[in-house]
Structures are given as structure tokens and as C-alpha cells.
């Protein structure tokens, strides 16, 4: 018991310390599957905010982090290895999307457009399943 334990505790070490890449297959692995930010924060009880923590690796308690990877992986969404070694599904259509964000760097929104910009981004990743 000990050992399967053991192994379990470095696999979410390796999650953790990967956080970076584990967010970037998270986000991949929601548009192939069909889903937007908002429609997977609600599946896995995941607030919004926190799920672009996520996908943005900016998780840095461990603890916290492994809970959410956790309730993915108890919604059926994704395997362990999943969070490590992601492959896309082909893009056959060649549509390359670009998001430039061109504020000045101590520029900051207020909660009003942070809301509209989220709506927005939902909108684009609705947009992407009807292509």
C-alpha cells in the first residue's frame, strides 16, 4: 500500500512542478472536447476564475492545485497522463486564431470590463465548436 501511495504522491509532484504545461493541455483538451471555460468550471465545481489559475499555471499551493486536477480526472474529462502528454486533435482546417492583448503594462481593468472580456472569450470558445 505503502508503494502505490508513494507513487501516487510523485505523480502529483511531477503534475505540480509541470504546472505550467499541465494548464496549457488542460485548455487543449477542453476545446477538443467541446468545452468552454465557463460549461467546465461548472461540470468539475470549479469557479471561473480559478480555472484560468489553472490553465495560466498559477496554482501555487500544491494542495489546492491537486484538488482540481482531481475533481477533472472524477468527471471522467482526463487521465493523469493526460495533464503531461496531451496530443491535440488535428486542426485539418488550417484557421489559426491570434489574441493580443496591447494595454500599457500597469494598466489595469476594472471588474466591469474584466466580466466583459471573460463573456467575450466564452463566445470565441462557443464560436470554435461550430466551425
Known amino acids: 500500500m505503502d508503494i ?3 507513487s ?3 505523480k502529483e509532484e511531477k503534475l505540480f512542478i ?3 504545461l499541465v494548464g496549457n493541455n488542460v485548455l487543449s483538451m477542453m476545446k477538443d472536447k467541446g468545452y468552454t471555460k465557463s460549461s467546465l468550471s461548472k461540470i468539475v465545481n470549479i469557479s471561473r476564475p480559478t480555472l484560468d489559475k489553472l490553465i495560466n499555471g498559477e496554482i501555487d499551493n ?3 492545485f ?3 486536477i482531481t475533481k477533472i480526472i472524477d468527471k471522467g474529462i482526463a487521465k493523469y497522463e493526460d495533464f503531461l502528454d496531451y496530443r491535440r486533435l488535428s486542426n485539418d482546417d488550417g ?3 491570434l489574441y493580443s492583448d496591447n494595454a500599457p503594462i500597469e494598466y ?3 471588474n466591469d470590463t474584466n466580466e466583459s472580456f471573460m463573456m467575450l472569450d466564452d463566445l470565441i470558445n462557443l464560436s470554435e465548436l461550430y466551425k
Open 66 to 68: 491537486i484538488s482540481h
Open 8 to 10: 501516487l504522491e510523485m
Open 95 to 97: 484557421i489559426v486564431t
Open 108 to 110: 489595469v481593468r476594472n
Open 62 to 64: 500544491k494542495t489546492t
Open 4 to 6: 502505490i501511495k508513494r
Open 18 to 20: 509541470e504546472r505550467k
